[in-house]
């Protein structure tokens, strides 16, 4: 994969040799080739979750752009006791992704898409490994486990930034069964990352 | 008085706050109640991890063609000064590699920015850490005017970057730990381009840490970054 491969004299070695952490350190300092790597280390994941959330490759990649710019601004103060560098930066594109979305008038929920969710990732890049871990893939599995009513309230919310009233009236539902429905999700899936966690990010 | 949510009302609202699924009036009680109580916020932050991690299953995509281009000039408009860049580069790279004492002053810096940063990466990589964190230093009136990098490993390290635009001057650099009094640590003189400094520090210190201030003379806080609690 053309993207995967850091141009430059540098050979990939090193490059993939360091951290998210480290990487996210060179941005906050500055360091051009921190802020290349950094791109292409993110980029497919974040262009694909704004693509998930908007369906649409304009406005996908006004939002990935952003979402780095806000990155290279905000990454003196990331925390890495609070999570990856991943979730961190995701968690700016699906709330530019959801602005985006809002403003632009709902997009109809479409229950087909969701499995797509639960589909091993076709084209895994050489740092799928590095940055997913063995969390991403307990996660899938705890969700593809889960019944499909409580799925699809925890991905219109984790996803598409529903709140539970929302889901209720668009769906017809009461709404003490959405809130139901969204806490045994939650309740699982963090069981499914409880296991080897010790809460710790290693560099 | 408004009654605040209880913790029993709080835990059962956790995965949605977590979510943000919750309404305005859910979240504003959770959150007055959630400021006061340490092990609710616990259970929260808990879970919103599991959304951060949920997150990560979207499926990847390429971007169009270019992306990277664009994302970059749009970086490169924006960067700082070349000489601000390079001094904060040969400041990070000789920061890493400092292997005893400290070393002050502003950096003349006469490498080529190629040069810094390969040498930046190599050792990163070569790094065999637990911990680099980040925290922005910012004036009283909540400006950020430069950061400070802090690296627990064999050996843990800390150093200061001023950026251009901080008030110019001599200014003490105190470590505030979470319980006991604060350390004066060294004195730094900050120029019209901003200033760098960086020791080596004794493991586990870092882990203390609640703040790293800039202080005047006279003992006023000139500047200060807040270190996130560890516990």
Redesign the interface.
Known sequence: MA?AIPHGE?GVS??W???D??L???L?????????AF??RF???V???A??ILGD?SAA?DV??ET??RA?RH??????????V???V??I??NLAIDTARMRGARPTDPAELP????P?P???PDERA??GD??GR??EA?AALPADQRRA?VL???Y?????E?SEADGIPLGTV?TR??A???K??SA?EVEDDG???? | MTDGATCEEVRELAPELALGATSGEERARALAHLSRCAECRRVVDDLARVTDEVLLLAPQREPPPGFEGRVLSRWRAQRPARGRRRAIAAAVAAALVAAGGAWGGTLAATKLDRQIGGYYREILGRVNGKYFSAAPLRTEGDRQVGSVFMYEGKPSWIFVVVRKGAVPGMREVVLVPRRGAAVHLATMHIGREGATWGTQISSGVLGTLAAVRLVDRGGGTMLEAVVRDRS
């Open positions: 993207s540098e090193t490059v040799a360091v951290s952490e480290a996210l350190a060179g906050a300092s500055g360091d051009p080739d921190a802020v290349a791109v292409r980029q497919r994941r262009y694909g979750l693509f998930a490759t990649e990935a752009q780095f710019a290279w990454a003196p103060a990331f925390d890495p006791r609070r999570g990856s991943a979730a961190w995701l968690a594109a699906r797509e969710l639960l589909t990732d084209e895994p890049g940055i997913a969390d991403v996660l899938r969700l925890l919310a984790a996803f930034g529903r709140t539970a009233r889901i809130k969204i806490r999700a939650m309740l899936l963090r990352l710790r990010r290693d560099v």
